[in-house]
């Protein structure tokens, strides 16, 4: 029986077990999880995939800051949106609580080698292996190649007429990856690594796609089941990406580039070993998918705002119009794009001994998700906080465990510096080169995309000539 069987005989109004959560003050005895849905799994499956920002906001109205979804036997997350919680989890000992675990499903994608995948040591010594690249001031290195890009796809978009601006911004975030991570610099070059890279994104990105990725098995997959399609797909991109490994390694001048790929040639660690041609393939794709699809979806949702906020689009325009450098008002604009509609919604880690955290004891075992989505909309943080104000970043910035589109601890994101520099130069040559037109229609929903949550309608813009 599949989830729509199943939605189909239990009709909306199925009831949801409460129990009554333990008293914040007491001391937890024994683990023990919150309360939650008790759904039949398919069904919990589905809303997660298919609802995923409504039914957090319904959890969390029914069962308080912190519920437990048992998504498989394997599978038991306990959500909340309590700061605490982030505190705790961002504070606390890596070796007790494992991000590499949680982000299993990448596995096939990513290999065994990423820095997304990794726990304890191996994953200290590869984030440290990487992180100098991305490191802030790096980023001005790219500044005028990411300007360059943006100017070009922005002067193709069509004036008058209403278009989504999410594959143009797709468009913008991988051609900027390939030029600056994988050093990629003539257009057939691009296109000919770019289109199996694409191919694979695009296909990991469908929502009934994850769901059957999810529900399948993928172990002798058949060529064209969900899992065969994905490994052929894996490896057309895996095929490309060594064939840039070894032409880089042969080249006498590898030094000479700044792009990332190079950097990451050169990076030696404690013991003074280089990274493998497999480490390193396995953290390109990690780059790419980890830096693509979540920059493209962020730049899609800030447009989406806008085109509903004049004022907000006039207030910018102004603060470019002095050319102020840095633009706070731009600056604020892009995190309140990121708290209203962050793209990653969870950070997730998998307990390898209990936590206590707001009262409960949790078990070994299961993986707790501090929801980036629901600590956003915390009105005790963010009064009215479906508003979109970006004066709020200017007025009363938030903590530390606050505001987390990057996550956090030793995980935070290695490309946030990379990401928001990116943001505000794609947004700049927006402002630029044409004049946002406003919108009425009602605010795009959220669907899943890849690892992101996107806007429904691909966040549909019409522009005129500036
Ligand atoms: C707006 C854009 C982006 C958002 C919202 C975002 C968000 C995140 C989040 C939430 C995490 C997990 C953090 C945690 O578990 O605490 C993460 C990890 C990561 N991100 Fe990003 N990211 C963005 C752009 C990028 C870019 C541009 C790159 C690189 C080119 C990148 C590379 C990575 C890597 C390598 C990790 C893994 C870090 C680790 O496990 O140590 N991200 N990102």
Not at 44 to 65: A, H, K, N
Not at 162 to 181: D, H
Not at 299 to 307: A, N, Q
Not at 381 to 397: C, D, S
Request: proline letters at 9%; glycine letters at 6%.
């Amino acid at each position: 029986m599949n989830w729509r069987s199943i939605a189909a005989r239990n009709p909306s109004t199925i009831e949801l077990t409460v129990n009554k959560p333990p008293p914040l003050t007491a001391r937890p005895a024994a683990p023990a999880l919150p309360a939650g849905p008790s759904l039949p799994r398919p069904l919990l499956l589905g809303r997660f995939v298919l609802q995923p920002t409504s039914f957090l906001v319904d959890c969390e109205r029914r069962y308080g800051e912190y519920f437990t979804l048992r998504l498989s036997d394997e599978r038991t997350m306990v959500i909340t949106s309590d700061p605490e919680a982030v505190k705790t989890v961002f504070t606390g000992d890596p070796e007790r609580m494992h991000a590499g675990k949680n982000n299993e499903i990448l596995r096939p994608l990513l290999g065994d080698r990423s820095v997304l995948l990794l726990d304890g040591a191996a994953h200290m010594r590869q984030r440290k292996l990487m992180l100098p690249p991305f490191h802030g001031e790096r980023m001005k290195a790219y500044g005028e190649t990411m300007r360059a890009v943006a100017e070009r796809h922005v002067a193709a978009w069509p004036h008058g007429t209403g278009f989504p601006a999410a594959p143009s911004m797709q468009a913008i975030t991988l051609e900027i990856i390939l030029r600056t991570v994988f050093g990629l610099d003539d257009s057939a070059r691009i296109e000919r690594v770019g289109a199996p890279l694409r191919r694979l994104l695009d296909a990991s990105a469908s929502q009934l796609r994850l769901l059957a990725l999810q529900i399948t098995s993928s172990a002798n997959p058949r060529p064209r089941s969900p899992w065969g399609r994905l490994n052929q797909l894996v490896a057309d991109a895996d095929q490309v990406v060594y064939e840039e490994i070894h032409a880089r390694r042969a080249q006498a001048d590898a030094a000479a580039h700044d792009d990332i790929l190079s950097l990451l040639l050169e990076a030696r660690d404690e013991e003074g070993e280089p990274l493998t041609d497999l480490e390193l393939r396995d953290e390109l794709m990690t780059l790419l998918l980890a830096g693509h699809e979540t920059t493209a979806t962020a730049l899609s949702w800030t447009l989406e705002r806008l085109v509903r906020h004049p004022a907000v689009v006039e207030r910018l325009v102004a603060e470019r119009r002095g050319e102020e450098d840095p633009a706070p008002y731009l600056e604020a604009t892009i995190k309140e794009a990121l708290r209203l509609r962050p793209v990653v919604t969870a950070v997730g880690r998998h307990l390898t001994a209990p936590l206590e955290v707001g009262g409960h004891l949790l078990p070994a075992g299961v993986t707790i998700n501090p929801s980036i989505y629901l600590l956003h909309r915390r009105p005790d943080l963010y009064p009215e906080p479906e508003a979109f104000r970006p004066e709020r970043f200017l007025e009363n910035p938030p903590g530390t465990y606050q505001w987390i589109p990057f996550g956090g601890g030793v995980r935070r994101c290695l490309g946030a510096s990379f990401a928001l520099f990116e943001m505000r130069i794609v947004l700049q040559t927006v402002l630029d080169r044409v004049v946002l037109v406003p919108r009425e229609d009602p605010d795009e929903r959220v669907t899943r995309r890849a690892i992101t949550f996107a806007p429904k309608r691909g966040a549909r813009i019409a522009v005129e000539a500036a």
